[in-house]
């Protein structure tokens, strides 16, 4: 997908001449103070580059904001971000006390809808991100993948594709996360059930530069030596976990250092703890009795 860009166009086709002027959507464009706005809460990134940050901020002191933020008011003097935290973050910190800003009228689910739209048409998203904001599209405003994918202009089969990653165990998303693993070896890696043959490929993956096709390989393999006279087995279908669930594995597996399962059912969840051996079972038991905060 490429990336639209408003350079070499001049700023009129940036922001309009008045201060008055509406955009397609009806939203008004304003300079507002940059103090009156507050983040989005269904901004679908959950990481900002440092170094991304410092550069943008220093243009932003020198030539200003070129491009408006999207925002939508929730107060007589207050406003939230829809699209554009980027920005609102760098002219922050370039110390500007106010902002352009188009001031569109947009419900809780629109507001999620346009974050996670604006930021996939500018590629921003990491894999896990625009996995975990399809989950909330799911989740929050009980959509069905088939109106996530025409929401945001994507096939019913790559929004299940990309909800797939949410499968992986913690330590491979944290990989994936880094940038250590791509969304391509990822999927790969879901081309077998086995946790721990997941684990142990993606580790090979970092230590050995394996390509994409290497790991599809390994994991044919993989599947042909776990089958029973030569007949490969069924696979269980993967379901899609809610976006708590993941969280609480992800927190549990980094305190625990080891995988975790959470699921939840209507009345009652489950926790499963893996160990590899006794002295493993004992550190994670001290672990747990200790009574350490998990978080700070």
Not at 35 to 47: C, E, G, L, S
């Amino acid at each position: 997908m490429a990336r639209r860009s408003g350079l070499g166009k001049g700023l009129g086709s940036l922001i309009p001449p008045s201060t008055e002027g509406l955009d397609d959507a009806g939203g008004q464009l304003r300079e507002l103070p940059i103090a009156a706005i507050v983040a989005n809460t269904y901004q679908p990134r959950d990481h900002f580059d440092e170094e991304a940050l410092v550069s943008l901020s220093a243009s932003i002191r020198a030539v200003g904001v070129l491009q408006p933020i999207l925002v939508r008011q929730t107060g007589e003097d207050a406003f939230e971000l829809i699209a554009g935290e980027r920005r609102w973050r760098a002219a922050k910190r370039a110390g500007l006390q106010t902002i352009p800003a188009i001031v569109r009228p947009v419900e809780d689910g629109d507001s999620l809808e346009q974050a996670l739209v604006e930021n996939l048409h500018r590629e921003d998203l990491s894999p896990l991100e625009e996995a975990a904001a399809y989950q909330r599209l799911m989740e929050e405003f009980s959509m069905t993948q088939d109106q996530v994918a025409t929401r945001v202009g994507r096939s019913r089969s790559s929004v299940a594709n990309t909800l797939r990653l949410l499968q992986l165990p913690a330590s491979i998303q944290r990989l994936l996360r880094d940038g250590r693993l791509t969304a391509g070896h990822a999927r790969a890696l879901l081309g077998t059930p086995d946790r721990s043959f997941q684990e142990s490929l993606a580790k090979a993956v970092v230590n050995e530069r394996l390509s994409v096709r290497d790991v599809e390989e390994r994991v044919r393999e993989h599947g042909a030596t776990s089958t029973d006279g030569g007949t490969e087995q069924p696979r269980p279908v993967a379901t899609v976990k809610a976006a708590s669930d993941l969280e609480a594995e992800g927190l549990l597996a980094e305190h625990l250092d080891t995988r975790v399962s959470v699921s939840s059912g209507r009345s009652k969840g489950r926790i499963v703890i893996e160990y590899s051996n006794f002295d493993d079972l004992a550190r994670i038991v001290t672990t747990i009795v200790d009574g350490r905060p998990m978080l700070d």
